[in-house]
């Protein structure tokens, strides 16, 4: 088993910066991908960025040049930088991780989640 704990969330202004952070523990060795989704009221929750044990990063058209996914593998932790935030970037924030060749598009363990408030 993998455990993950977000934390970093909280409430910003338009344009302002968060940083999330997940830290993974348990049986990571078995982990080949590392993620952040998002899910809003009344919305699926979407893949926001990914990260592969070889450093292959992915992001979602909508946050493209504003978010960078990072992780240091010392502390088996995983990063979201979130700048120029906006409000419909207003979620929960959830850290993923797959263990299949799907890596984490089909994540086997999550977080509890992080609330992330982005004001007008």
Same mark, same amino acid.
């Given at each position: ?7 970093? %969330?909280?409430?910003? !202004? @338009?344009? *302002?910066?968060? $940083?999330?952070?997940? +830290? ?5 060795? /078995?982990? &080949?991908?590392m %993620?952040?989704?998002? !899910? @809003?009221? *009344?919305?699926q $929750?979407?893949?926001? +960025? ?5 450093? /292959?990063? &992915?992001?979602?058209d ?8 990072? $992780? ?28 299949s ?15 992330v408030?982005?004001?007008?």
């Amino acid at each position: 088993q993998v455990q993950l704990v977000e934390s970093g %969330g909280g409430l910003v !202004q @338009a344009g *302002g910066s968060l $940083r999330l952070s997940c +830290a993974a523990s348990g049986s990571i060795f /078995s982990i &080949n991908a590392m %993620g952040w989704y998002r !899910q @809003a009221p *009344g919305k699926q $929750r979407e893949l926001v +960025a990914g990260i592969t044990n070889g450093g /292959s990063t &992915n992001y979602a058209d909508s946050v493209k040049g504003r978010f960078t996914i990072s $992780r240091d593998n010392a502390k088996n932790t995983v990063y979201l930088g979130m700048n120029s935030l906006k409000p419909e970037d207003t979620a929960v924030y959830y850290c993923a991780a797959g263990r299949s060749r799907w890596g984490v598009n089909q994540p086997n363990y999550w977080g509890q989640g992080t609330q992330v408030t982005v004001s007008p």
